[in-house]
């Protein structure tokens, strides 16, 4: 006997439009050994869709996530930074606490790293 789901378009379709970069994030091409970029994309995808769509905060949240992650996978600064300051074990859904945690790491680290971008910011062009 085949077994069907039944899945909530409306619900999909919300968790998608507050993630712009979900294709380029779970479409990204990491090395075989980037054991990291595996579980954050993995940790991801699991996430976002296990979010409350009603709720605006958890939209909020999964909003600047996706833009953190799109960050990880278009700069690699951003990226090798991020590595020192996440680990594999961090990014398990294991328990609401570590979830928690490993969400507020990443949306921390990306507001320092653009605030650090915005005033780094070199002109390479003479005048």
């Known amino acids: 006997m085949i077994e069907t789901q039944t899945i909530d ?3 999909v379709n919300k968790i998608l439009s507050n993630c712009p970069h ?3 994030i779970v479409g990204y091409e990491y090395k075989d050994d980037d054991t990291l970029s595996k579980a954050l994309i993995d940790w991801y995808k699991e996430l976002i869709f296990a979010i409350d ?3 605006e905060k958890e939209l909020k949240i999964i909003y600047v996530l996706d833009k953190s992650l799109y960050l990880y996978t278009k700069d690699h600064r951003y990226k090798k930074e991020l590595k020192k300051i996440i680990t594999v074990d961090d990014v398990k859904l294991t328990n ?3 979830i928690k945690e490993a969400i507020r790491k990443i949306i921390s680290f990306t507001c ?3 605030k650090k971008e ?3 910011f070199s002109n390479s062009k003479w005048l």
């Open 112 to 114: 320092l790293y653009e």
């Open 53 to 55: 769509g009603k709720s």
């Open 9 to 11: 378009i409306t619900h």
């Open 22 to 24: 979900y294709d380029d």
């Open 96 to 98: 609401f606490a570590l």
């Open 118 to 120: 915005l005033l780094e």
